[in-house]
């Protein structure tokens, strides 16, 4: 019978799902249509911009369709570290039709290309320097090419084998429910191979622990013919068998630790790390002594170690409770060769809990710290999962009368001013090596001095608050479409306890302690536009305030018996 190829390749990209095909197609021995396929070159121009060329520090940098912000602060998509190059400096269009286009955002040190203060927009050739403050970067123009080589493919299809494995499946349901039936497995090697590379396929998607070795137990139900199954995974620490998770042919449970299996078997395959069949248990030779199995009538069973790689991390174990002798040498290398393809899909779960769990904790860093203090955390991150006490400087910056602002704005104008206020003051708490605690409603609290404690953190949190009024002074101006924007700052120092608190799913580094609680009264004391401090952060700044200081006043506050003594500093002088 002819065998008829159908199909056009249009270009590479159509062969690079044929990929893992061709192997299988080699694999299982099919009959398959071969042909070549061509694609043409294609030539695609890449527009980039290379910063400090030719030097150690050079970096280069693609620019997609759209604008492309260069600048010292975090939103930028080039961001620079250095002080000569403003938050946001200049900005690079890439149109449709290719072209770049550069101009100056209102820097503070100006952008010049070739020598020249721009002042307007202006469109970049290939090969010209421009510089940003004392950076100099470089505007190239590229085409990279895309050329394959011959490519043969062969093409199957792997449908039929799909199908079988979930008719398996719907029959080993049914069979629970009723207790009747055998599974119509492929006898021949080619077709229990087949469904062994489609049962690699149902296991190959990342899950949770638990719902893979529910889809583990389905299909050793679809593929063999026994009572009940087991898998009873070995704990990471103690180094003992867990809680199995068992099913039966009626009904599964979970945790079952008596009248299911036979430790004499789990403990026999475990120790000679191969897979064993008992064609009857209950008179196996190497059994012997195995009170669990007469208990519970276990005629024959097949028990396979789940080994991805050098260790054991758990058993699987199968069983016959009626019928002596029902299990053959072919099903103990299918169960053997299902384990393997078991363990590797459990232990890719493992691997994707801990990469989920550490993207988590990247996050968070993300969130909290900068990146001075990231790079610490890296090398040593039980300082975060640890609690620890140590003496912080909070400051708490708060919108003044943002209430009475917000109840005169529409919800989207105030959303708008807050998304504009809070990473402006938020890149200053990390200019400053600070840790940014959260944000509570308008207010913001950050300290210095969690998780690590510097000998200047007093001053740096000063710094910071001084630096804080004088960018709200400018984003005010900015924001000509509202209300004047002003704030108030309060500075504290004092002994807190810092660590992580909330769920596994949501995590916050936080400091608790009567520190921060009086630097939150301290900053109602300040007035719009105004820097309160503490006595403690007064005393450690050690040596002449940075700016003039007026005080002390002295203030009732809710909670103490006494009123506490606030400083405010004059920034502005």
Known sequence: MGHDCRGRIESSAALEPLASVQINSLVLGRRACGRVARSTTILRPMARVIANP????????????????????????????????????????????????????????????????????????????????????????????????????????????????????????????????????????????????????????????????????????????????ALIMIDEVTGEFGAPIVESRREATIGETTGTYSRHILNYVRERSVAALFSDAAADPRLDGAHSIQLTSVRSSMCAPLKPHDGIIGVLYVDNLTIPSVFTSEDLELLSAFAAQAAIAIENSRLYQRLQAEAVARSNLLRFFPPTTIAQLRKNPRLTAEVIDTEVTALFCDISGFTQMSAQMQPRDVMEVLNRYFPVITEIVFDHEGTLEKYIGDAMLAVWGAPFRRVDDAKRAVQAAVEMQQAITKLSLELTNFPPLRVHIGLNTGRVAAGNIGSEHYLQYATIGDATNLASRICSAAGPGEIAIGVATLERLGGPPPFPIDGPEFHETRGRDQPIAVYKLRWED
């Open 54 to 229: 030719g030097h150690r520090d050079e970096r280069v940098h693609e620019l997609a369709p759209g604008v492309t912000v260069i600048g010292r602060g975090r939103e930028s998509q080039i961001r620079v570290t250095n002080k000569s190059l403003s938050r946001q400096h200049a900005s690079l269009e890439l149109s449709s039709s290719g072209r770049v286009t550069i101009q100056d955002v209102g820097s503070k040190n100006g952008t010049f290309v070739e020598g020249r203060r721009l002042d307007e927009p202006h469109e970049l050739e290939d090969g010209q320097h421009f510089s940003c403050g004392d950076v100099v970067f470089v505007y190239s123009l590229a085409e990279y090419s895309v050329a394959p080589p011959e490519t043969f493919v062969r093409e199957i299809s792997t449908e039929a084998t799909r199908v079988l494995v979930n008719d398996l499946l719907t029959q080993a349901r049914n069979r629970r429910s009723s207790g009747l039936g055998r599974p119509r497995l492929p006898k021949s090697a080619e077709g229990r191979l087949q469904v062994l590379l489609e049962v690699a396929r149902l296991l190959s998607s990342p899950e949770d622990i638990e719902g893979q070795l529910r889809k583990i137990l389905d299909l050793v139900f679809s593929i063999l013919d026994i009572d009940r199954v």
